[in-house]
């Protein structure tokens, strides 16, 4: 580990009504990885905004390579050597790959736009990571994880000396996060500093020297990693101690409240039938790519089905778009917040009221904006989203509370199937607890709770019941409490031919 290069020092940031950072320091060295830890709406993205020139600071020290720096512009940050890869991905999804990571310092030649230079060089980094991605591909039409991957290779194509990661792996595959891991290892040799942010602790063994933790705005410590217990580290970003990662409620199983017959859609939902009963948690597990989401939005109506049924209480009953899905009492909480889940400009209240509309209104159609309020006001307590007001827009709210309000909307109204899609992406340990218990409160009221999540302790400690999926098909059924990692993943590689098996062996 080197010398001293980035030195924060009493650090505060006001937004309205929030006191997001109070008097927080922060140190990285030359040749370290760091961990920024810390629940949700802690600070850690105002915090490293302020270091990459994002936000300005109301008062502190800020010491980049020994010299100070007052107010940061973005650009400024980036010619000192600071690269951010944001939390939320930041990608035009109408521009190619290349486009996208040359954006605003395009190469040039002469007075024009060199397009076989930068895609000469995007290729280069893109292969570097070993990325399969062609440099002109549009970046919309790329999955998520691969998205994210390009937004990696853009921080790394600005040749950065210091390097924040803002949750990276959020929507990464095992391998991907692997590649991630290998090449922070080699940007931690040739003497780079990288501050880690991320929600999933069990990840931070493989590539953290030292962790600084915060909590409510505030600095708690630093300390080499190794000489903290995992335990140590929840508490101190927690305040408190976690008694039980998985809480689980056992409740007798009752009549079957949904089911799904020989669903198809698209390639990789292919004749899926499963049912699901009172009082119990269906998990889905799965590899990336499986046709998990898939399934999902073709049972919630969003993407189109070429055939199967749906049973409610069984009865078929309508669901071919989301509108129907909604009425008819089964609802979505997607993958993608951001993009599906939310409307980041509208506040809070317009959030949860939108799809609660009919709820809302009288007989003459005007909302009642008591029943708003109060609607807003008990998913806000229920959920302990951290915000101010239900007034500020949802792009104000940190990654965790945004996801928070998107499963706040849907608990307003009566559903009888609520399909969760990754719902603890990005979400705290703390708040992971509270999702689990309104998933469980969920469950013991009879309701059918569907669960996607690619972590598989996470399925097999809060499911009830796993159906693995591989290649759009359901390949096997487990008990939770009787299964093991090692069968779930043998399921989920079970695919119909060779081609498709080498496929997943690079997974
Ligand atoms: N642009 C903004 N306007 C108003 N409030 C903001 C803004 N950005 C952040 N905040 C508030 O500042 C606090 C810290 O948020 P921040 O995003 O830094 O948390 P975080 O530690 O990164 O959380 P997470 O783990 O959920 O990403 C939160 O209360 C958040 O609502
Ligand atoms: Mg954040």
Not at 39 to 63: P, Q
Not at 482 to 504: C, D, G, H, P, Y
């Amino acid at each position: 580990m080197g010398e001293t290069i980035v030195s924060m020092n009493g650090i505060c940031k006001y937004f309205p009504g929030v006191k997001a950072l109070d008097n927080v320091q922060f140190e990285l060295r030359s040749g370290e990885v760091m961990a920024l830890l810390g629940e949700n709406g802690a600070g850690k993205s105002t915090l490293m905004k302020i270091l990459s020139g994002v936000y300005t600071r109301d008062a502190g020290t800020m010491d980049i390579f020994g010299k100070p720096y007052g107010d940061l512009l973005p650009k400024q940050a980036q010619q000192v050597g600071v690269a951010i890869i944001h939390q939320e991905l930041n990608m035009c999804p109408h521009l190619t790959v290349t486009e996208n990571m040359f954006l605003g310092r395009e190469i040039q030649r002469g007075l024009c736009v060199d397009k076989r230079a930068m895609e000469k060089a995007a290729e280069q980094i893109l292969s570097e990571l070993k990325i399969d991605i062609s440099p002109t591909d549009r970046v919309g039409d790329l999955p998520v994880s691969k998205q994210q991957m390009v937004e990696i290779a853009k921080a790394l194509s600005i040749k950065a000396r210091i390097l924040i990661m803002d949750e990276p792996t959020s929507a990464l595959t095992a391998k991907e996060i692997d590649e991630l891991f290998r090449i922070i290892r080699k940007l931690r040799e040739d003497g780079c500093g990288i501050v880690y942010i991320s929600h999933r602790l069990e990840e931070l063994q493989h590539i953290v020297d030292r962790v600084t933790i915060m909590r409510d705005g505030q600095y708690i410590m630093t300390a080499n990693f190794q000489d903290l217990t995992m335990d140590q580290i929840i508490t101190n970003m927690v305040g408190r101690e976690i008694k039980e990662k998985f809480p689980r409620v056992e409740c007798p199983r009752g009549e079957k409240v949904f089911e799904v017959r020989h669903l198809n859609a698209g390639r990789l939902v292919r004749d899926v039938s499963f049912s699901v009963y009172a009082g119990e948690i269906v998990g889905i597990a799965g590899l990336m790519g499986a046709g998990r989401t898939e399934t999902t939005r073709a049972i919630f109506g969003v993407d189109p089905r070429t055939s199967g049924e749906i049973l409610l209480d069984g009865k078929p009953i309508s669901c071919k778009n989301p509108r129907q899905s909604i009425q008819s009492g089964v609802v979505l909480i997607p993958e993608d917040r951001k993009k599906d889940g939310l409307c980041t400009k509208l506040p809070i209240r317009k959030n949860i009221a939108l799809p609660n509309l009919d709820l809302l209104c009288n007989k003459f159609g005007v909302i009642s904006s008591r029943k708003e309020s109060e609607m807003c006001d008990k998913a806000v307590a229920d959920l302990r989203i951290k915000t101010p007001s239900v007034e500020v827009n949802a792009s104000t709210l940190s990654g965790g509370n945004q996801q928070k309000v998107v499963v706040g909307k849907w608990l307003a109204r009566k559903s009888r199937v609520v399909i969760f899609d990754e719902p603890t992406r990005g979400i705290d340990v703390a708040a992971k607890v509270e999702i689990y218990n309104i998933m469980n409160q969920l469950k013991q009221q009879g309701i059918a709770v569907i669960c996607v999540s690619s972590e598989l302790p996470e399925v097999m400690g809060i499911a009830d019941r796993i159906l693995v999926m591989c290649d759009g098909r359901i390949t096997g059924e487990v008990m939770a409490k009787e299964t093991t990692q090692s069968e779930i993943l043998t399921l989920a590689t079970q695919f119909e031919n060779k081609f498709t098996v080498a496929a997943a062996e690079e997974e």
